[in-house]
């Protein structure tokens, strides 16, 4: 079993910290490519701590603080892209789940993600944001609008399609959204079901896969499809690493078939 490449992600207490120094962050780099793996991408766990579009200056700040050290820690890494959370209004499962007015998120997300195009811009990586269970910029259209008007190689999306299963269907938002997405993430939905026990292995849910991967192909998408998903072992939960090693081959060879 192989799998490509890995994405790391970014927390407080993680193994990828933003108090590491550069040489640190080296050695993640080195322990992948020991293991034949790539680092296309740095995911983020500290922004659902800090949400950028707070009502709380001094936590927008913090946030943006963190998004620059990802930016700098995906460059040492060798990454082009990394995922960020653009900004949440009002998530029950945060950390601080203040209410937020969409509004006002909007505006402060534009002003923040505007700034920090010039960081991207600085380090050659692009920022991708993800739809992620937020509550906000919620519509293909709107997130496209989001991203025509800040008009920027260096930001764009970071798709997940089993995420959008909840409202929407994936290969339309793909087909919208084109040439801004930067990076896909893979995961599974079970729509009559809800919450996190929502999320199952690939193919076992509700995410067409076969539309998706046609989808991508229209908009020319020839990049990593990222496995994300939550261990549905509650024993030995890295065994979902494996469980989901044929599925993964499998959607390989369908975007290679069509």
């Not at 793996?37 to 936590?59: M, R």
């Not at 460059?75 to 959370?85: E, K, P, R, W």
Request: charged fraction near 30%; include cysteine.
């Amino acid at each position: 079993m192989k799998y490509d490449g890995v994405e790391p992600v970014l927390s407080k207490e993680g193994y990828l910290n933003p108090s590491m120094r550069e040489g640190e962050v080296l050695e993640i780099k080195k322990m992948a490519n020991a293991n034949g793996l790539e680092i296309p991408s740095v995911g983020v766990w500290s922004l659902w701590d800090n949400n950028p579009v707070s009502n709380d200056l001094s936590i927008r700040k913090k946030a943006e603080d963190i998004i620059e050290r990802q930016l700098e820690f995906a460059s040492i890494l060798g990454a082009d892209t990394i995922l960020v959370i653009p900004g949440y209004t009002n998530c029950s499962f945060a950390k601080n789940p203040e209410k937020v007015s969409y509004d006002l998120a909007y505006d402060r997300a534009y002003e923040l993600f505007f700034k920090l195009e010039k960081v991207a811009r600085k380090y050659k990586v692009s920022i991708g944001i993800e739809n992620v269970w937020n509550k906000f910029l919620l519509s293909p259209l709107e997130i496209k609008q989001f991203l025509d008007d800040i008009n920027s190689e260096y930001v764009g999306a970071y798709f997940d399609v089993g995420n959008i299963m909840y409202i929407g269907d994936p290969s339309d938002y793909i087909e919208i959204l084109g040439g801004h997405i930067k990076k896909i993430h893979i995961s599974d939905y079970r729509v009559e079901q809800t919450g996190l026990g929502a999320f199952v292995d690939i193919f076992a849910g509700d995410v067409d896969f076969l539309e998706v991967i046609k989808a991508l192909k229209k908009i020319g998408y020839d990049d990593y499809l990222t496995l994300e998903m939550l261990p549905n072992y509650k024993r030995l939960p890295e065994l979902s690493i494996y469980s989901n090693k044929p599925a993964m081959d499998r959607l390989k060879s369908m975007y290679e078939k069509i």
